[in-house]
């Protein structure tokens, strides 16, 4: 039935067909990530990193209406340069296939259009979460029950500083969503190596990870695993520079009565205005590092 409204790059089926290693890639940082060229330019690094590991990139967007699983340069400088491009989560995909729109793809949308395609393995730059404040406006993203249910593991670099950490771990645990360190017994905080909470679990190699998700799958345990892949260290952003930036963006937003979908973008843009563009550097980096990373997982996990 769903297979009516995905359209799979020839190099993704043939991939798939042969049970090759393929990482699926969202687009939101294409469109609502980065100012253009920079953001196709980015994108286009993300796939060729992917492919130097040994997998095939599959970036995920919906372009009037249809499920795009696989893009082509044409489709990622319309995404890169077009203004009627959605932000699309779980509850936004309906309506836009419906209405034959154009959409980019958060985690959990990207979670779930992958998983119709068959593919297992996500990278990204960070997982949405639990906001702070969340107590008191149950402001808590839609990747983390896309987490609990999708099978499709997310390698990213943890979970956004400018969220309630601690919290999301919390709601992880309860949803019985791994989240595993990749070499690292502490949680990275996106822009930094440390964020003072640890992980459930340290994995020391790709194939520790592929293993763990074939077991987790092969026992019928749904949902998706978090591998937390820290930011290379020459990249990373001073911990009291990041957490000063983040809270006065977090003042301003709050004065500003910014919320829901809205929040994280104008707190990613502020703490970049803050950092004087260190941040969106960074940002670049450790998407890097996670293709990297992810395209090595799917490897071994193609090979279990």
Known sequence: MYKQYLDIHPEVQKALDENKAIVALESTIISHGMPYPQNVETAKKVEAIVREHGSVPATIAILKGRLKVGLTDQDLEYLGKGDDILKASRRDLPFIVAKELNGATTVASTMIIAALAGIKVFATGGIGGVHRGAQETFDISADLQELAHTNVAVICAGAKSILDIGLTLEYLETQGVPVVGFQTDELPAFYTRKSGFGVDYKADNELEVAKALKSKWDLNLNGGMVIANPIPKEYEMDFDTIHKAIED????????????????????????????????????????????????????????
């Open 249 to 304: 963006a977090l003042v301003e937003a709050k004065e500003k009565g910014i919320q829901g979908k809205e929040s994280t973008p104008f707190l990613l843009s502020k703490v970049k205005d803050i950092t004087k563009g260190k941040s969106l550097d960074s940002n670049i980096q450790l998407v890097y590092n996670n293709a990297k990373v992810g395209s090595r997982i799917a490897v071994e996990l193609a090979k279990l």
